[in-house]
């Protein structure tokens, strides 16, 4: 049994076809099969259904296949690992987030992370919480970064630490009625078109009827974060979002709610006793120093 072997089994399993398998591996598809016989004679079990040209895992390949997908991404780790002490200024930070902290949170930290070591590389992804949590367990990635922790206990492996609080504010149309006011109570807004993120969503940003106490009139529903600031200067309604920096006060009033609705915290979690790069630790390091300043 070699490693070449474990990497035409996770192609086959992963394209279902012994010809694009081989074009993936770049090797001819009689030397796959070869070797995948080769592998079958020595576990003596069959890991393929083969009919025609359909081909499906055995209860035996299933079981074999979890194996080697775990000893694949060891190899690939421990490969990583050697390319990180030799070089341990550089490389590569595998990132996850939800939506709206990827689009008002992450642009900030990994533009100023870069000016100190530019010859950093980040592999960057949206995802909901649960697949960020999941990916972390996994080792896919070295930092998440999300909001809403309610299962976090079911999770004990992973270390999550609060690094930023962003506070839940007002805006309204630059034309709008109470755009000077400084202060606004969610009472007097009852009569008020309010545009929401779509709760069906992955990454729910906010559930007003929590903290409002009454359901509001809904005109907009839209599914991208990025849509909210657009839609508010363009007059379709108001909403309530985190303050962060992107928003564009040239097009939009900020309004402080006078309630106390609390705060959008931002968490970003690893993996507990774990290998991480030199690379992925300093851009950690660099996040948690960021805290309460």
Not at 86 to 92: E, H, L
Not at 200 to 211: A, I, Q, R, V
Not at 228 to 235: D, E, K, R, S, Y
Request: with cysteine; glycine share 6%; charged share 25%.
């Amino acid at each position: 049994m070699n490693l070449q072997q474990l990497e035409y089994l996770n192609k086959i399993a992963e394209t279902k076809n012994f010809t694009t398998a081989a074009s993936l591996a770049s090797v001819t598809q009689p030397a796959l099969s070869k070797a995948i016989s080769k592998l079958e004679e020595e576990l003596n079990v069959p890991l393929f259904e083969r009919n025609g040209r359909n081909i499906k895992l055995t209860s035996f390949g299933k079981a074999f296949l979890k194996h080697t997908n775990i000893a694949l991404l060891e190899i690939e780790k421990g490969i990583r690992e050697l390319k990180d002490m030799a070089n341990p200024d550089k490389g590569i930070v595998s990132i996850s987030s939800t939506h709206c902290i990827g689009t008002h949170f992450m642009p900030f930290i990994i533009s100023d992370f870069l000016r100190c070591c530019p010859d950093t590389k980040f592999q960057f992804n949206h995802e909901s919480t649960p697949d960020i949590l999941n990916d972390l367990k996994n080792g896919k990635i070295d930092l998440g970064f999300y909001d809403k922790i309610d299962n976090i206990n079911a999770h004990s492996e992973i270390k999550s630490v609060a690094v930023k609080k962003e506070e839940y504010v007002l805006i309204v149309p630059k034309n709008h009625p109470i755009s000077n006011q400084t202060e606004v109570s969610l009472e007097d807004l009852k009569e008020e078109s309010f545009i929401v993120f779509n709760q069906g969503t992955k990454d729910t940003m906010l559930s007003y009827s929590e903290f409002m106490g009454y359901t509001p009139k809904v005109s907009i529903e839209p599914t991208e974060v990025s849509m909210l600031g657009g839609l508010v200067a363009a007059g379709a309604g108001i909403t309530i979002v985190p303050n962060t920096p992107l928003l564009n006060t040239n097009t939009i009033s900020i309004i402080k709610i006078r309630e106390n609705i609390g705060y959008r915290t931002i968490y970003m979690g690893w993996l507990k006793d774990s290998y991480m790069s030199p690379i992925a630790s300093k851009f950690k390091d660099y996040v948690i120093s960021l805290i309460d300043k």
